[in-house]
């Protein structure tokens, strides 16, 4: 797999016609973050265009509820044949199981593969200060995030959502084959904006991410294609020192 490869970026716009001048703008980008405000706004019909462009699709909609509720939700996005989906880790054991099922299902109702699930284990906008004092969690913020992370791997799920802060930690426990998915990440070049856990593509490769979702960076950049390319070529001589 390229560097390219490996980074996922956010179509984090309001309309599926600023979408898809996003994806043609970006023709390198072979994987895209479709989330809630885009899915609200254009429902499936984004998923069937990036499909149609041969574009692989990280479903991010971050799912949370009872679990028939997450169970159905999950059979429906496997039938539309993106490849990741996220849900929270805190939808508990039993929603995490019948997730996983029913993406297999849905899968096997159109003969693809199923979309692997991935568990949000605490979102990058939230502190060490913001679980203790606004969610009353007790447990220190690496070892919340952990606990998560292990309970969706010990039900099925194929890897987590995490902060590349805590990439590291969860790859020497859970091993090279729960897939890490760090958001939060942002070049030197780049602002921080709302994002409170942060570190570089460089760093959050080095600790052990699968992919990185970089959006603002490239997006938001006067040239789009330059920072881009900008990043994969930091990432390919990280690669290359090994």
């Known amino acids: 797999m390229s560097v390219a490869e490996r980074v996922i970026v956010p179509l984090d716009v309001s309309s599926e016609r600023e979408a898809i001048a996003l994806v043609e703008q970006l023709p390198q980008v072979t994987f895209w973050k479709v989330g809630l405000e885009l899915f609200v706004s254009s429902g499936p019909n984004i998923l069937t265009a990036l499909k149609a462009r041969q574009k692989r699709i990280f479903l991010d909609l971050k799912f949370h509820d009872i679990p028939n509720t997450v169970a159905g939700a999950c059979r429906a996005a496997a039938r539309h044949g993106v ?25 096997a109702e159109t003969g693809i593969d199923p979309p692997k699930l991935l568990a949000i284990t605490l979102l990058t906008s939230l502190t060490a200060r913001s679980l203790a004092f606004d ?23 194929a890897g987590a959502v995490c902060s590349p802060q805590e990439a590291a930690s969860l790859r020497q426990i859970c091993g090279n084959d729960f897939l890490l998915i760090c958001p939060g990440v942002r070049p030197t070049w780049a602002e921080a904006k709302d994002q409170r856990r942060t570190v570089t593509p460089a760093a959050a490769l080095k600790a052990g991410a699968d992919y990185l979702v970089i959006g603002r960076p490239i997006t938001a950049a006067a040239d789009p294609v ?15 020192k090994g």
């Open 83 to 107: 490849d990741l989906v996220t849900l929270h880790a805190t939808n508990g054991k039993e929603a995490l199981q019948a997730a996983q099922m029913a993406a297999e299902a849905g899968a």
């Open 135 to 157: 969610l009353k969690v007790p447990l220190e913020l690496p070892e919340y995030v952990l606990h998560m992370a292990l309970l969706a791997q010990e039900n099925g799920l």
């Open 226 to 240: 330059a920072a881009f390319e900008r990043i994969c070529e930091e990432l390919a001589t990280l690669v290359e």
